[in-house]
């Protein structure tokens, strides 16, 4: 392929999800509301974030996530909150805080690049003393996220633990299967909630039986429309409770179509999950028993 084929193919690729994008309909806070009482009566517990256009300002954003704050109250939900659209403006942070805050629910700030987990965390730490729930995504490929478990580890900070999107420029070799199980006996024996957000079976159960293991109240947490047969199996058998992240707004089906055209493999996970859900190991289940 020629240098401008490549590149008009790389263009077309990078233009895709905006366009197709824009297509469909976009899942606003009532179908996200809807979803939310479908997974309730199935036992299920929801977390819903704000996905928005790419020309929204955070007066707008901050409306979407108070209105969605609304129809929240009295389940067990949490906020997820994208800090870096709002320009981590504290007046519209603290409009958020107080509507999630009326409707008696957590804030857990979603995680971004790395040179923005910083201010992230900051608005984290501010919040924490008037809205004790808030928390955080820490991602296992950053190296910095060693040093901010610990930070937060003995505080009532809710902490989502992931393997993280945005990869950490400083660390191109990270193991974030292996940091991610290190992350989590760094967090092992906390007080606050963990979650273990992946949808890798065998990472999941690993994850889950440290936690347990030291008394970690300890939920899983899976993002809708990814498989997750495989993940929730190993979660009912360990008895963790299960939460489905829903994302709505109108950026979320060009994020969705980006991933999935990052993720050619997808398809074949899809079908392995489906067919290939396995009990859970002897040493997890001795992990918990021991617990």
Not at 73 to 81: E, K, Q, R, T
Not at 87 to 115: C, K, N, Q, T, Y
């Amino acid at each position: 392929m020629s240098g401008a084929l490549r590149a008009a193919a790389r263009t077309l690729r990078y233009a895709l999800p905006g366009k197709l994008g824009h297509l469909l309909p976009a899942p606003d806070a009532a179908w996200a509301a809807r979803q939310r009482d479908r997974l309730a009566r199935r036992g299920l517990a929801s977390a819903i974030g704000y996905f928005q256009a790419d020309d929204a300002g955070p007066a707008e954003i901050a409306a979407q996530n108070c209105a969605i704050a609304g129809r929240l109250a009295g389940w067990d939900s949490y906020l997820a909150v994208k800090a870096p659209p709002l320009g981590f403006d504290p007046v519209h942070l603290a409009v958020i805080a107080a509507a999630a805050r009326e409707a008696g629910l957590p804030l857990v700030f979603d995680s971004h690049a790395p040179d923005l987990a910083q201010p992230t965390l900051d608005v984290v730490a501010t919040l924490l003393d008037a809205h004790p729930g808030t928390g955080f995504a820490l991602p296992a490929r950053w190296r910095r996220s060693e040093g901010d478990a610990a930070r937060f580890r003995d505080g009532s900070a809710r902490i989502r633990l992931v393997k993280g999107e945005w990869p950490d420029p400083a660390w191109p070799d990270a193991q974030a299967s292996e940091n991610y199980l290190k992350l989590a006996r760094l967090l092992a024996g906390r007080r606050a909630k963990v979650a273990v957000a992946t949808h890798d079976p065998a990472l999941a159960e690993r994850a889950l039986a440290i936690l347990l293991a030291e008394g970690t109240p300890c939920e899983l947490e899976q993002l809708r429309g990814l498989p997750r047969r495989r993940t929730t199996a190993v979660a009912r058998s360990l008895g963790v409770p299960i939460r489905i992240y829903l994302p709505f707004g109108p950026g979320w089906w060009p994020y969705a179509i980006d991933r999935v055209l990052a993720r050619p493999h997808l398809p074949l996970w899809a079908l392995r999950d489906r067919f290939g859900a396995r009990p859970l190991s002897p040493s997890a289940s001795a992990a918990y028993r021991s617990s």
